[in-house]
């Protein structure tokens, strides 16, 4: 709609929800979810109380999503540790839909044979006959397919949301990589380049082990994000740093520690102080500020429907945990300005 501002003697563009979520590629849903919980909100009310987005409000969100990715370059990112059940997969395809809710384009890449985050985002890997089982192997083998052959889309959880499914014969790739010596670390970094420009992010779900397929999510990543649940899943952490600082070394680009995620946390108790302290010293302050706490409900999600896609406030720490995730990328930048985060003591805190 076009507005008549008769003090300033011109005519100001105005746009409904509605409209707004067409100019930037978004549902309405989403816009207007964003406005309910304070990450970005029309800047215009009408003399009748109307509240409206103008050309500025479209603009500042289309630069800050250029900017939050880096320009037009997608952001690869790795959800790593070697010590199962810290809630890694669980972050990984979480924090992807709340990206995608946003209005990010995300790619979740499943490394892992164990294929938690495939059964996760609703497909069976038993049912498809391709997966990243294929695309992992070394160069030569006859079984080998492109990157593109097995992206799904999965319209059912959100239309921008897409998966690379793993399969448990992705342990049989890692076993050829072994033998594989020339440039092994590399393989699914070589693979990403043919649809790293159809996405805003991928993000990474790794096996839980030192292998060939860790080396290759690290070295395929511009940056890795460690969870940890609890204090014995901190001590692993200096062996993925070595690790990390070699596959930096071995990959075309660099690949940083985005940091440490606090995550199926037990609050208000003595460890999850103690984890706290601990953590915040070994990764000298580099933590998200954003902790997730241990809810039964996320504890389920795996298998079913991630929490993100319902409506239930157990899935705000996600969307703040993404929010930061935005701002630490580009620069803070995010429409979500820190005063504008929802009050939640419940499932943050704050150092």
């Given at each position: 709609m076009r507005r008549r501002d008769t003090a300033a003697d011109q005519t100001v563009v105005l746009y409904t929800s509605q409209q707004m979520a067409e100019q930037v590629g978004l549902s309405v849903d989403t816009i207007r979810r964003m406005d309910k919980r304070g990450e970005f909100k029309p800047s215009h009310a009408t003399p009748g109380g109307q509240r409206r987005y103008t050309e500025d409000d479209v603009m500042r969100f289309l630069e800050t999503r250029r900017r939050a990715t880096g320009g037009n370059r997608c952001r690869a990112i790795s959800f790593i540790n070697v010590k199962g059940g810290v809630g890694k997969t669980t972050l990984c395809i979480t924090l992807a839909g709340a990206l995608a809710q946003k209005g990010y384009h995300v790619l979740v890449v499943d490394v892992d044979p164990q294929a938690n985050a495939t059964q996760g985002l609703g497909l069976d890997p038993y049912d498809l006959p391709q997966t990243m089982a294929q695309v992992m192997l070394p160069e030569g083998e006859r079984d080998k397919i492109p990157l593109a052959d097995v992206i799904r889309p999965l319209p059912d959880l959100h239309p921008h949301l897409f998966l690379a499914p793993g399969h448990l014969d992705l342990a049989r790739a890692d076993q050829l990589l072994t033998l594989h010596r020339v440039q092994r670390e590399l393989v699914l970094d070589e693979a990403l380049r043919s649809v790293?420009?159809?996405?805003?992010?991928?993000?990474?779900?790794?096996?839980?082990?030192?292998?060939?397929l860790l080396s290759n999510a690290m070295c395929a990543s511009d940056g890795i994000i460690i969870p940890i649940?609890?204090?014995?899943?901190?001590?692993?952490?200096?062996?993925?740093?070595?690790?990390?600082?070699i596959c930096d070394k071995v990959s075309p680009h660099a690949v940083t520690?985005?940091?440490?995620?606090?995550?199926?946390?037990?609050?208000?108790?003595?460890?999850?102080?103690?984890?706290?302290?601990?953590?915040?010293?070994?990764?000298?302050?580099?933590?998200?500020?954003?902790?997730?706490?241990?809810?039964?409900?996320?504890?389920?999600?795996?298998?079913?429907?991630?929490?993100?896609?319902?409506?239930?406030?157990?899935?705000?720490?996600?969307?703040?945990?993404?929010?930061?995730?935005?701002?630490?990328?580009?620069?803070?930048?995010?429409?979500?300005s820190s005063s504008s985060l929802p009050e939640a003591d419940t499932y943050m805190t704050r150092s």
């Open positions: 790293i420009n159809d996405y805003d992010f991928i993000f990474i779900d790794s096996p839980p082990t030192l292998s060939n649940d609890a204090q014995y899943a901190l001590r692993g952490v200096e062996m993925l740093d070595q690790e990390r600082r520690l985005l940091g440490a995620v606090l995550n199926k946390q037990m609050l208000a108790t003595n460890l999850h102080t103690s984890v706290r302290r601990e953590t915040q010293l070994l990764f000298d302050g580099n933590v998200f500020e954003t902790i997730i706490p241990y809810r039964t409900e996320v504890e389920k999600s795996p298998g079913y429907r991630p929490v993100v896609f319902g409506a239930r406030a157990v899935a705000e720490p996600y969307y703040a945990l993404a929010a930061e995730l935005l701002r630490r990328l580009a620069g803070a930048s995010d429409p979500v």
